[in-house]
């Protein structure tokens, strides 16, 4: 007996996408499979790494923890969403960069978008603000030293490339 | 002359395609491939009396099903013994799918194909399998007690007894002789690599071809071929392995092959469809690989200033239902518990025992993070017993400068002797006392006195066997573009391989490290390699590439002084800014990318580059096999010895005994340093792991053999707020063993950090006696201890 199939219309990184469907299937694998936007990890498939976080009308959530039915409507932003419009890196992307900020690099797309989202928020952390903003990731690899680092970095990258051009 | 790359932060050359998304790991790939899922055993000992697949038929999109007895000659028998030792008297390895017996929760029984994961799920949980309990044995206190067996034919469930001495006189004896002598017991508990991403693999057969591709998310491709090849049937030359982007490995990844990694390729060869599988997290708790459980009892003899007079160390080791990575665990701890120390007589004897649980074999660090907690535990004793300074204990037992290289008398995991190359550990400990404040922190202790808080201080050093052999080897080929590609056999997790190999073949070269392309764990691209682990990828694969990419320069020189014409020799040349020029007259040149075209005499003039090197035009002619490129090979004559110390301050709550970490101080010396940038992320990446392994991470079994907490929500691995800021500063004693001066960092952060937040919380509870025996330790642990009761 097959599954039930349904239609979804979301719109990610700005482009709207459709697809069918089973009510089971997770925005992740939606977003991977269906769209081949596999910049989105996953690393527990139960809520706790944020490897697969995305944003959803541009708030932090879980793409592990939603069904591609649920997302119907909305707009979602991935990792690959979080670059500058001229398609050069975008400020936390570019701050993990300089930072090093990743090692592996598998838990880091989960980093920028939630550090992209954060910052809309608070454009200008302290040190201790910005490791409490991470707080909800885990890394493996970085000891989160330079992701810490990152944060600040990227709040100034932000700033310099949103201040008037002379 | 320009400045060279190696020693330079540079950014890394990997991160703008991983920061973008454009990372292609393992489940990024075979969009379309038919998945795989496992049916695992539900409970830790049992004989499995039915498989009923019956219920599983029906499900949309199921292709097979496949049982231990569906597998064919080579793939039914057992998995290999990758590292066998004349110690390793009783070894058992698994089978891919459990043939009648299963010995720890999450062992493979049944194998599931269908057209996705999600069916493919659906399937396996619809199958029944029934099974005859047995009793299972889980932890080291049961294997010991051999009531029960795991495996009925191996007698008190021991894989291994294995003894070293040092030639240093009888241990008994030199304790007995010793003014003082103390006994302690001690254990770690088990732990686990827990890269973000699990293991996965992808295969691919071409029918046609009679060729089989393998992507596997390995620490080892080039041996995952091999063992691919032998258990398949198939001639070596039919099958490649290519490692992806690996989301981290840690060493669990180092061990093959996995069951799935010749059930996956098996399967897309009998169905002709490509297959995947990816773990997912739960099976990786339990399907994977754990480490860190041991007991041990140390006796020691010292004198009046805690000189070590002998040392006897017995060590009880946890290694799980199956042992197919041997005894390397336990033999990196008997020997690597040394430190760098001198120790007088030393003994150590080690049991590997079989318990109804996952395999053990190497995590970050492999053994050396027990050794160093028994060492440094045993310092902080001698200290505490005779009423010294602990950093003074320490000192008093320093191997000194002029007595490197130094035999420690033992022989080491690679089978040579553990001979210390270069380290100068009295300047090591002497910075960690300054940075870590050591001399002032009385007057920190008191003031914190004064309100109410109480803090302590601890140290740990360390020596680590890093950048072992056999070999590594490169190959670095100049493109008629320009572009320099350096294929290397071993792969990478995050190491930065990308960066830190173009380094060494941009300044061998004379060229940028943009212009370096490095490809790394591909077989199509190099078929000879080791893997990655034991600090050993920059020292093994980095002289490699220095090897091959200076006969790259020789060559290259030949032909220009051929090309240069009368009067210029080869050893007139040098290697400059992408150029091949006079060392007297760089205006006499020739760009390194026309010498490649030279390098090729073609007949064909396909394009404008190609034009310059057919046979009419070309002037090489110095009789070198075509093509701008070389193969080299780098192979260690032992181990080269890396070092560091760690010192702690922590904060424990008098009433609630929280343990906070205030600051966190490493000293590292890993000889010459190709990139300061990444050595330092590894460094912070390794404290990090050590601080779970020190206050969070344990891996917990139940009486019945169930791993309880087998989720990111129970197994406790340090987020950003449970991670101190790491203070870090570093010496060089380059190696005198290979032409770099290399020696390996990855694994060097999590070496001592268990002994060190040991040492600093003892501290901190020193007017409370509590004597730190065992670790991780938690709050609720310490407050336990604080009441005199054991912690066990």
Redesign the interface.
């Known amino acids: 007996m097959s599954e039930q199939r349904h239609q979804v219309t979301v719109t990610v990184n700005g482009v709207t996408r459709r697809g069918d469907v089973p009510a089971r299937r997770l925005l992740a694998d939606f977003l991977r499979m269906d769209l081949g936007l596999t910049g989105t990890h996953l690393g527990c498939e139960h809520g706790v790494c944020g490897a697969c976080t995305v944003l959803l009308d541009g708030a932090p959530v879980r793409s592990c923890l939603i069904f591609a039915v649920s997302a119907d409507g909305h707009e979602i932003t991935t990792v690959e969403g979080c670059v500058e419009d001229d398609d050069q890196l975008g400020p936390v992307q570019q701050a993990f960069l300089e930072c090093h900020g990743l090692q592996c690099g598998f838990c880091t797309p989960g980093f920028i978008t939630t550090i992209t989202a954060y910052l809309e928020e608070n454009p200008k952390p302290t040190e201790e603000e910005a490791r409490e903003a991470i707080g909800g990731n885990l890394c493996r690899c970085t000891g989160y030293q330079n992701i810490v680092k990152a944060v600040l970095r990227a709040a100034e990258i932000k700033r310099e490339r949103e201040a008037p051009h002379e | 002359m320009s400045e060279k790359h190696v020693g330079q932060p540079l950014?890394?050359k990997?991160?703008?395609r991983?920061?973008?998304?454009?990372?292609?790991?393992l489940?990024?790939l075979g969009?379309g491939a038919l998945a795989a899922a496992f049916v695992r055993s539900p409970v830790a000992h049992a004989r499995i009396t039915d498989i009923d697949v019956s219920g599983a038929l029906d499900v949309?999109g199921l292709v097979a099903i496949y049982t231990y007895e569906d597998l064919p000659d080579r793939i039914a028998e057992p998995l290999p013994l990758l590292i066998p030792h004349p110690d390793l008297t009783h070894p058992r390895t698994p089978h891919c799918l459990a043939d009648g017996e299963v010995n720890h929760v999450g062992e493979a029984v049944v194998m599931v194909v269908a057209t996705?994961r999600?069916l493919a799920e659906d399937a396996a949980e619809r199958i029944v399998v029934s099974y005859d309990e047995l009793p299972p044995v889980v932890g080291i206190d049961q294997a010991r007690a051999a009531e029960r067996l795991v495996h009925a034919d191996i007698p008190g469930n021991v894989a291994a007894v294995s003894v070293q001495e040092n030639g240093k006189g009888d241990v008994r004896e030199a304790i007995a002789a010793a003014p003082h002598r103390l006994t302690l017991d001690l254990a770690i508990e088990r732990s686990a690599s827990?890269?973000?991403?699990g293991k996965g693999v992808l295969a691919h057969w071409d029918a046609d071809d009679r060729t089989l591709r393998v992507h596997s998310s390995t620490q080892t491709s080039t041996s995952v071929r091999l063992a691919v090849a032998a258990k398949l049937g198939l001639p070596p030359d039919r099958v490649e392995v290519i490692t992806p982007?690996?989301?981290?490995g840690?060493g669990v990844k180092i061990v093959h092959p996995w069951p799935e990694e010749i059930l996956v390729p098996w399967a897309a060869m009998r169905l002709g469809r490509d297959v995947k599988w990816v773990e997912?997290?739960r099976e990786h708790f339990v399907s994977a690989a754990h480490e860190r459980g041991q007991q041990q009892r140390i006796e020691v003899g010292f004198d009046d200033s805690g000189r070590l007079r002998g040392l006897s160390v017995e060590i009880w080791h946890d290694n799980g239902a199956y042992v197919p990575y041997g005894i390397i665990v336990p033999i990196v701890t008997s020997t690597q518990l040394l430190g760098p120390y001198k120790v007088g007589a030393y003994r150590v004897e080690f049991t590997s025992l079989y318990t109804n649980t996952v395999i053990v074999t190497p995590y970050r660090g492999a053994g050396r993070p027990q050794g160093v907690f028994a060492m440094e535990r045993t310092m902080d004793a001698i200290a505490e017993y005779l009423g010294l300074d602990r950093l003074a204990v320490r000192e008093a037992n320093l191997i000194q400068p002029d007595e490197m290289p130094y035999d420690q008398g033992l022989v080491f995991q690679d089978g040579r002797p553990l001979i210390y190359d270069t380290g100068d550990y009295p300047t090591m400990l002497r910075m960690i006392r300054e940075l870590v404040g050591w001399d002032g922190f009385e007057a920190e202790r008191a003031a914190a006195a004064v309100e109410g808080r109480r803090i302590g201080i601890g140290v740990a050093a360390y020596v680590e066997g890093t950048g072992m052999g056999p070999y590594e080897g490169a190959h670095v080929k100049v493109e008629t573009t320009g572009e320099i590609v350096v294929s290397t056999g071993l792969t990478t997790?995050?190491?930065?391989h990308y960066t830190t190999l173009a380094q060494i073949a941009a300044d061998v070269l004379g060229v940028a490290v943009a212009d370096v392309t490095v490809v790394t764990g591909d077989t199509r691209r190099f078929k000879y390699a080791v893997g990655t682990f034991a600090s050993r990828a920059i020292v093994t694969s980095g002289n490699a590439v220095a090897v091959a990419a200076g006969k790259v320069a020789e060559k290259a020189k030949r032909i220009a002084a051929a090309a240069l014409g009368e009067g210029t020799a080869a050893e007139d040349l040098e290697l400059v800014e992408g150029m091949v020029r006079r060392r007297d007259d760089p205006t006499t040149a020739i760009d390194l990318r026309t010498v490649a075209v030279l390098s090729n005499p073609l007949r064909y003039a396909f394009d404008e580059a190609a034009k310059a090197a057919t046979q009419f035009a070309s002037a090489a002619g110095t009789g070198d096999e075509p093509g701008l490129e070389a193969t080299g090979f780098y192979m260690p004559e032992r181990s080269t010895f890396a070092a560091g110390a760690h010192g702690v301050v922590v904060e424990t709550d008098p009433d609630t005994a929280d343990i906070r970490i205030l600051r966190y101080c490493v000293v590292h010396d890993c000889g010459v340093v190709v990139n300061p940038?990444?050595v330092?992320?590894?460094v912070?990446?390794?404290?990090?792991?050590g601080v779970g392994g020190a206050l969070y991470e344990r891996i917990v079994y139940d009486d019945a053999g169930q791993l309880v907490n087998a989720?990111?929500?129970d197994f406790l691995?340090p987020?950003?707020?449970e991670?101190p800021?790491?203070e870090t500063a570093h010496m060089v004693t380059a190696s005198g063993l290979n032409p770099l001066g290399l020696k390996g960092a990855g694994e060097a952060?999590v070496i001592p950090t268990s002994a060190a937040v040991a040492s600093a919380i003892e501290d901190a509870e020193r007017d409370r006696g509590v004597a730190i025996r065992r670790m991780p330790i938690s709050p609720s642990e310490l407050y336990e201890l604080r009441k005199g009761r054991v912690h066990a």
């Open positions: 950014l890394r990997e991160d703008p991983l920061l973008r998304g454009q990372g292609r790991y489940d990024d969009r949309e996705d999600y827990m890269p973000m991403e982007d690996v989301g981290g840690f997912d997290r997790q995050g190491q930065g940038r990444i330092e992320g590894q912070h990446g390794g404290v990090a792991q989720s990111y929500m691995i987020f950003s707020t991670v800021q790491i952060g």
